[in-house]
């Protein structure tokens, strides 16, 4: 019954910003850490960023630390990813998580979303 659902994926250029937006069903997934992660062809999954269930920690691969901000809304049970400053190594698929977990225990994020391809042209 539960999902998450990204939007805000597209093509854009080197420089240019993104938001990404991951809303979660009814009440699914209020209480759990949320985090992005994303995978380019051929490359392994990998972790991005997560925010604990308060918001009040969050956390960064670090290629795109300064660059990126995850935050959320809990009213609207929502999680972004604000992206800019956007480089061709950006271009992924992008994936939400949620896990009952710490936010930094990676192997704990069970819930994945369908996806959002990000492409960045140079």
């Known amino acids: 019954q539960a999902q998450l659902v990204e939007s805000g994926g597209g093509l854009v250029q080197a420089g240019d910003s993104l938001r990404l937006s991951c809303a979660a069903s009814?009440?699914?997934?209020?209480?759990?850490?949320r985090a992005w992660f994303r995978q380019a062809p051929g490359k392994e999954r990998e972790f991005v960023a997560a925010v604990s269930s308060s918001g009040a920690s969050t956390y960064y691969k670090d290629s795109v630390k300064g660059r990126f901000t995850i935050s959320r809304d809990n009213a609207k049970n929502t999680v972004y990813l604000q992206m800019n400053s956007l480089k061709p190594e950006d271009t992924a698929v992008y994936y939400c998580?949620?896990?009952?977990?710490?936010?930094?225990?990676?192997?704990?994020?069970?819930?994945w979303g369908q996806g959002t391809q990000v492409t960045v042209s140079s």
């Open positions: 009814g009440r699914a997934f209020s209480d759990y850490a």
């Open positions: 998580a949620a896990s009952s977990g710490p936010a930094m225990s990676l192997r704990e994020y069970k819930y």
